[in-house]
């Protein structure tokens, strides 16, 4: 597996809190619809997985995912995944907390 996804200090902190809160996670890259294009984060299980979600690595030890169309664009780029304040995807876990994961990119050389 090729990990194109890391996270902050600040990330892992909360998915460290949300795992003791929660259980174990996973997460998926939204494509836009709904909550934007948030990270979302979600008991393990609790979104189904298809064949057009791609792997992109773990973070915390928790899979995350992108569906196959967004990976198309973001194939080049690695996922920086961190936390900032302020109000969280309704169907994501750290919603109630104040706070919301947010994506940052930069480009992975060729």
């Known amino acids: ?11 892992l902190s909360l998915i460290k809190m949300l795992e003791v809160k929660y259980g174990p996670l996973m997460f998926h890259q939204s494509g836009g619809c709904c909550d934007g294009s948030s990270p979302m984060c979600f008991q393990a299980g609790e979104l189904i997985i298809g064949d057009n979600d791609v792997l992109l690595g773990e ?22 995944i961190d936390v900032v304040t302020g109000r ?14 947010l994506t940052r990119s930069k480009l992975c050389p060729i």
Not at 1 to 11: G, I
Not at 88 to 101: A, Q, Y
């Open 59 to 80: 973070i915390g030890g928790m899979p995350f995912y992108i569906g196959a169309a967004q990976f198309t664009y973001w194939q080049r780029t690695q996922l920086i």
């Open 88 to 101: 969280g995807g309704m169907f994501s876990l750290e919603g109630p907390e104040g706070v919301r994961f």
């Open 1 to 11: 597996m090729n990990n194109q996804v890391s996270a902050t200090p600040a990330a």
